[in-house]
């Protein structure tokens, strides 16, 4: 028996006679031959000296870090030293379930505490403990829908983040759902002329602020889908945003899907995020994942324990709404953190904030020739055409300064010489002055 593996052969010898299997590797035939590694790794043995010492000589072999005025899914936000000095404390390090709330009330408090904090975020009735992520929370949101309303398509926007539309494709082709297209407005939001007399559809999926950083009219939208007795299932990947501007709940929302990593969490090269996803009350039993009730014990206390778990673990698992398991609880305690710690007049100031930098370097560009594509409002990130000459003094930042000022959209959509610009409360009066003069 290996010294780290549990397993003798006669317990794989035994697992394999319960799947069908001859050998181990019979496990992995889908994997092709060429992708696996046979034989022992090429390592050699360390102390944990050396192993330090390699690890140090590696990182300062890479180029030092540069600046990015992207947004697309990823932002940079400040994060208060409060946030991860109590992420961090060993009581709430950890992704899992609490299953015995006898010992676990301060994690459980934190979790119905993030519930809370995002269903008035969201202007929702209910908020569950998280999800993976923005595009998974999304997808989950799509699935919801199709059982609440026996219903077996969804219109979706163009304007959605196209890494969400290929979770959500993943999703709905897996479990019969059509997708159907929706086309976009000149202000940069979703059109739907062309779904006039559509009454199949179990949702409308929109993203709003949108990928081109269009903020939709979402009252229109639920108005439009309510009257074919459908739902309207909001996204966004920019959760500051609500700060600021009218809550999804608000303006007719049914479900409401996103990604919280603005809240605390680092950009972290794209992970671990935090899926947000809410709904209202009458809803509830089929909403994914886990929700944290507020109880009274056999003291007459008040206590927090698991009130909903419609996942494969707790119930029989062809009556589970999802698989979803443990999730993001760290990702949401954090964000919980940073919500709690900014309060609702911060996060208002700081959503603010976004807005006017990113106003701010809007006009900036247009006195130096760019345009904006779409005449829609807009909150921190904004599509402007670019003038002749500006790709090769983004490819002379990029390469010299490791200035990424913009994201050229050219790879997801018909936009030749269109980027995409974001602009964070990190960025000062001076920065954003300092980035227009180089690109003059």
């Known amino acids: 028996m290996h010294r780290y593996f549990p397993h003798t052969a006669e317990d794989e010898a035994q697992m394999l006679g319960v799947v069908g299997a001859d050998r181990v590797e019979d496990l992995f035939a889908s994997i092709p031959a060429d992708c696996r590694h046979e034989g022992a790794l090429p390592l050699t043995a360390m102390t944990e000296w050396e192993l330090t010492a390699q690890a140090e000589a590696l ?14 899914g990823s932002y940079q936000h400040y994060i208060p030293a409060v946030v991860p000095a109590l992420a961090g404390r060993s009581e709430f390090y950890t992704a899992y379930t609490p299953y015995q709330p006898e010992i676990s009330q301060g994690t459980l408090q934190g979790i119905f505490e993030f519930q809370t904090l995002i269903a008035r975020l969201l202007g929702m009735e209910v908020a569950n403990a998280s999800m993976y992520d923005g595009a998974t929370a999304l997808a989950e949101g799509a699935l919801m829908a199709c059982r609440l309303t026996k219903r077996s398509a969804v219109a979706v926007s163009q304007a959605l983040h196209p890494h969400y539309r290929t979770v ?46 269009v903020v939709e009219h979402l009252a229109e939208q639920a108005e439009w889908i309510h009257a074919r007795k459908g739902l309207l299932i909001t996204g966004f990947t920019e959760a500051m945003a609500y700060g600021l501007l009218a ?47 507020q109880t009274v014990d056999n003291k007459g206390k008040r206590a927090f324990v698991l009130t909903l778990s419609t996942r494969e673990q707790h119930i029989r698992r062809e009556k589970a709404v999802s698989n979803i398991c443990s999730n993001a609880g760290l990702c949401a305690m954090t964000c919980a953190m940073y919500l709690a710690s900014m309060g609702g007049t911060g996060l208002r100031h700081m959503a603010q ?38 790709d090769a003094k983004w490819k002379r930042l990029l390469e010299e300064k490791k200035i990424m000022f913009g994201m050229d959209l050219s790879k997801w959509y018909p936009l030749a010489d269109s980027y995409l610009f974001c602009v964070t409360e990190t960025r000062s009066r001076a920065d954003i002055d300092a980035i227009l003069k180089e690109i003059a």
């Open 59 to 72: 990182a300062a072999s890479m180029p030092a870090a540069g600046s990015a005025w992207i947004g697309a």
């Open 168 to 213: 959500l494709d993943t999703y709905c082709n897996a479990n019969g759902i059509e997708v159907r297209d929706l086309t976009m407005t000149e202000e940069g939001g979703t059109s739907l002329e062309h779904l006039k007399d559509d009454t199949e559809l179990a949702a409308l999926i929109v993203q709003s602020p949108n990928v081109f950083g």
């Open 247 to 293: 809550t999804p709940g608000s303006q007719g929302a049914d479900i409401v899907c996103g990604e919280g990593q603005s809240f605390g969490l680092s950009q972290a090269f794209g992970g671990p995020y935090l899926g947000l996803m809410a709904t209202r009350k009458a809803f509830v039993r089929n909403l994914p994942g886990r929700l944290v009730g």
């Open 353 to 390: 904030l976004n807005r006017d930098k990113a106003e701010y370097l809007k006009a900036g560009l247009a006195k130096l020739g760019f345009r904006p594509v779409y005449s829609g409002q807009t909150f921190n990130e904004f599509v402007m055409a670019a003038p002749a000459g500006f």
